[in-house]
C-alpha cells in the first residue's frame, strides 16, 4: 500500500525505515510489514525510497510512563489506540489469509 500524504513534513521529521526500526527497537522486516499492510503510513521519494513521518513511527510504541500496574485477577488496561492498532493488525492478516475481503 503506498498511502499518499497530502502534505510532506519537514526532513527532522522524516524516517527512513532503517532509522524507523532502531527507534522503535524492531526488526526491519516488521516496519517494512506494518507500511505493507497499512498500518503504517509512509510516502515514496522516487520509485524506491520509502519514508515515514516520525510521530506515526513513535505512536507504534507505548510510552513507558502508560505503563500501568495491573490488579490481581483483572485483565490489563489497553488504551484506545492500542485497541485500533490491534483491531487494525488483526483486519490485515485475517484479508491476507482470505478469511475476510
Known amino acids: 500500500m503506498d498511502e499518499q500524504r497530502s502534505d510532506i513534513p519537514p526532513p527532522e521529521l522524516q524516517l527512513k525505515p532503517t532509522q524507523a526500526a532502531k527507534l522503535v527497537g524492531v526488526h526491519l522486516a516488521t516496519i517494512y510489514r506494518w507500511m505493507d499492510d497499512g498500518i503504517l503510513p509512509y510516502w515514496r521519494k522516487g520509485r524506491r525510497q520509502r519514508f515515514l513521518y516520525k ?47
Open 55 to 101: 510521530p506515526d513511527v513513535l505512536a507504534m510504541v507505548r510510552p513507558a510512563s502508560v505503563e500501568q500496574k495491573q490488579q490481581p485477577n483483572q485483565p490489563p488496561k489497553v488504551s484506545a489506540w492500542e485497541r485500533d492498532l490491534q483491531a487494525q493488525r488483526t483486519q490485515a492478516v485475517l484479508k491476507r489469509f482470505g478469511m475476510i475481503s
